[in-house]
């Protein structure tokens, strides 16, 4: 019967193979490439992209997949070769239902508009890039009209990167969110002094950061034989295949937690990328199951390990004796609560934890509301500033700081920033069953032993690639429905014990 | 009339895009892959040498190329056009005429080999490898079958890499190098100590060296905004287009020639690949004409410019800055006898300029032989040694320094060494049509000014890229055919002063 899934595994085979050399030349673009290179990398990735798509998209693959699913339709739903049928028809439908033409207009307006939108960020004027807003949105909406949904446009744009999930569901698990995090907020803000964060602003020698980030991630389990870390201007994680996975990370003397915690975050993602079964390596199925449960990694190390106070227990002391000089007089409890100081700030990707679903919050609803007609172009930047006052309780100053700050919006990128809330939400729920199954996690942590939640993770999330879509998965894992219960009672504990907020009631 | 060309063009653009990101690839396992990532690795590049491959030897190329010469038929021999299409019809034929099963068998049988002729070397016993050297020759003989020739089966083979050459061309040549160099190597030996190079040997700080490297190739005009250096095992230069070409370089702290003379090697190969016509990039004519020819710039770079007494009379001054401890009393012409020193050895990529051409002249005899009958592969070692005995006057202790050091045999690839003696011969022909053309070529590099000579060298040879076969380019340039008086003229100058061997009545 396998024998029948054999072609269609040779073709599979050497698309993944052409992404994964167009990721080996993104990886080099961001970290060594000289400045000259840009025009022919752009050329060869324009290519290997195009030379994927053509294949993966032909009527070849169409026939295989036919086939293949009668070979399958006995097996197990997670068996390998059900799960490499049933996602490969997913990606295979999405992909042949955007027409070519689309997918070109969409390259160009991107290019198009990149430059518009940096000059409208450096001269903080949104007008500039208004035009090319109006285009983008138009591209959305033509993406999901092209896809097809049945009841709101961001359901076809959100199924392509978090299949199953709908714009309803986000919808309640936001207003959820912000019922408990809006006056969390606030009852931090006035509790701001409970936590003080200077120590991290003291010099800490850049070589030796990158250093310790790096020890530190090997320690948690990161593989170093399979990967490397290096240096760039946004920290990120990429995968050439289960042999090699690789890791950035940029560091600044005056604020310690960039590079550590961007070390770990990316190691999150990393260890994901290892941890992929090798059964499924060179198919559809060998990459982690959503951009939401990817971030759902690398939050619960950077955040639930990395910022918990078993780790600090653990990692103070060799932390003290790498920065012996800003570290003077400084305890492990002090550090752990300085690398938890909760400070609201208009930028997203420098949000602490838990502002961080408010942006991503405000993003989700000004894309539905422009996706279905509610918001004009150029009302944007006054509901931008109006949803940020009434969230983070902060007068945005300008568009630079405000509406024109992420890059997404100059691409055809609409359904992308939910992504980051659900990892977060993800990560606590995972972590509720991972203590309900390591009773003495912390134990382990504190011994700076990480190996069982690693196995942990590996057995119930990793290996199984994107076998299963983010629902299924949590499902499977947790025995419920996602739900942003476990995240809530998560940062209420913490973040109420923290400032003192007296929330133990709950 | 150009238009019937845009469909060859396309895809020709594509297949080099893909050779381009399998050449980023290469340069990364190189440079800084992590030690897992082999398997993947070989698997992306394998795929993207397929899916070009196949892209390439299409019959819509071929069809393309049918209609392609009739469109540049009037047009002038030089014109970008009538060069595309004479290139392109030669590779794509060459391409066509090997038959699948036979390239596949080619990659077989040379990953099979790989590990033998490792062991082999490891242990010193040619045994080991023999049965695989065996299998080498007949596919060596079988694709020059495929390929076809007239007189030599070495002409097949010859002709892809350096068209237009022969064996007995060749023959020629290597005899007016042997009658003259192999005397001057015993005049040289019975002089041995007129050179101290003892300087060499005193300690140079790696990291110095390399950044040393990098600024004097700079200083050279290789081009950092289109280019970089990184250390690899076995220094080498690498182009991913006209914006974006690099060079790697190794170092030693105990032996000062390894990092500088590598780098300004590898600069030279870069400095080409910088050059060529930016009209002809994503074409087959972006690239050097030929390994040969690719090698005559980077041996002028290192030995004609880098090992000359007019260049140390400039860079002496800031490397005794840089080098304190270990230059102290020496001076500029110390210095440039020592980095000079003729030392005859056992392995090529370590000879010195006098001895290099007898390493390939032997290897060149004996795959002849091999190819041609006359020689059973029980008998190399033997011959190999007698041989070395004869060219070099050096004893053989074991087949690991002998016949078994080079990688090449351990793949299908002979008629590949005879590039690095057309490379000496080139490069001293070019030198001696650049000295009647730049009459005071050695005032401008004692004064540290180079753009004089790349700009000859771009303007000659490296803005054509392949449009011309190294016998048709060294006939343009130096009005005469491809011989190598020029270059024994030069050794026996230069090699005669600084071994006071009074040669200067020849």
């Not at 990167?161 to 912000?178: R, S, V």
């Not at 002094?193 to 020698?205: K, P, Y």
């Not at 227990?313 to 004796?321: D, E, I, N």
């Not at 405000?362 to 279905?372: A, C, H, P, V, Y």
Request: hydrophobic share 40%; proline share 5%; net charge negative.
């Amino acid at each position: 019967m396998p024998d029948k899934l054999q072609g269609l595994k040779m073709i599979l085979a050497e698309v993944v193979d052409l992404h994964r050399a167009g990721a080996v030349l993104d990886w080099d673009q961001e970290t060594y490439m000289p400045p000259g290179g840009v025009q022919n990398r752009s050329e060869q990735a324009s290519t290997l992209s195009e030379v994927a798509h053509r294949r993966f998209t032909s009527d070849e693959v169409g026939r295989l997949l036919d086939d293949a699913e009668g070979a399958v339709a006995k097996m197990p739903f997670d068996s390998d070769e059900a799960s490499l049928v049933r996602v490969t028809r997913r990606d295979y439908d999405l992909a042949r239902k955007l027409p070519a033409e689309l997918v070109a207009e969409i390259a160009r307006s991107s290019s198009a508009a990149r430059p518009f939108w940096q000059q409208a960020r450096r001269e903080a004027n949104f007008a500039i890039f208004a035009p090319y807003l109006e285009k983008n949105i138009e591209l959305n909406k033509r993406v999901a009209e092209a896809l097809g949904y049945e009841k709101r446009p961001y359901d076809a744009l959100l199924n392509r990167t978090e299949p199953g999930l709908t714009a309803d569901q986000l919808e309640a698990i936001f207003a959820e969110l912000k019922a408990a995090i809006v006056p969390l907020v606030a009852d931090i803000k006035r509790h701001a002094d409970a936590v003080d964060d200077s120590v991290l602003h003291r010099g800490f020698d850049p070589d030796k950061q990158i250093r310790y980030a790096l020890d530190t991630v090997a320690a948690l389990g990161y593989d170093l034989e399979r990967g490397r870390q290096d240096i760039s201007t946004h920290p990120f994680s990429i995968a050439f295949g289960p042999g090699d996975v690789r890791i950035t990370t940029r560091v600044n003397r005056d604020f310690f937690n960039e590079c550590l915690f961007g070390s770990i975050h990316e190691a999150g993602h990393g260890m994901y990328f290892q941890g992929i079964g090798r059964n499924l390596d060179r198919t559809t199925v060998w990459d982690g199951a959503s951009p939401g449960v990817h971030e759902s990694q690398s939050r619960l190390w950077e955040n639930l390990v990395g910022r918990s106070l078993p780790f600090w227990h653990y990692f103070f002391p060799s932390l003290r004796k790498t920065f012996t000089e800003p570290l003077e007089g400084v305890d492990a409890e002090a550090f752990y609560r300085a690398v938890n100081k909760s400070y609201p700030s208009f930028i997203r990707v420098e949000a602490d934890e838990v502002t961080y679903n408010l942006h991503v919050l405000l993003r989700f609803e000004l894309e539905n509301d422009m996706l279905e007609g509610r918001l004009k172009v150029r009302d944007v930047p006054e509901a931008w500033n109006e949803l940020f006052k009434s969230y983070i309780g902060l007068d945005v100053p300008n568009d630079r700081e405000g509406v024109l700050q992420d890059i997404h919006w100059s691409f055809v990128g609409f359904a992308e920033f939910p992504g980051y809330t659900l990892g977060n939400v993800i990560s606590a729920q995972l972590m509720e069953k991972i203590r309900s199954d390591i009773t003495d996690l912390d134990a382990h942590i504190e011994r700076g032993e990480f190996a069982t939640l690693l196995g942990w993770l590996q057995e119930h999330v990793y290996k199984h690639g994107r076998k299963f879509t983010p629902g299924e998965l949590v499902e499977r894992v947790t025995g419920g429905p996602l739900t942003p219960k476990p995240w809530i009672a998560y940062v209420r504990k913490k973040f109420g014990a923290l400032y003192g907020l007296g929330l133990d009631r709950d």
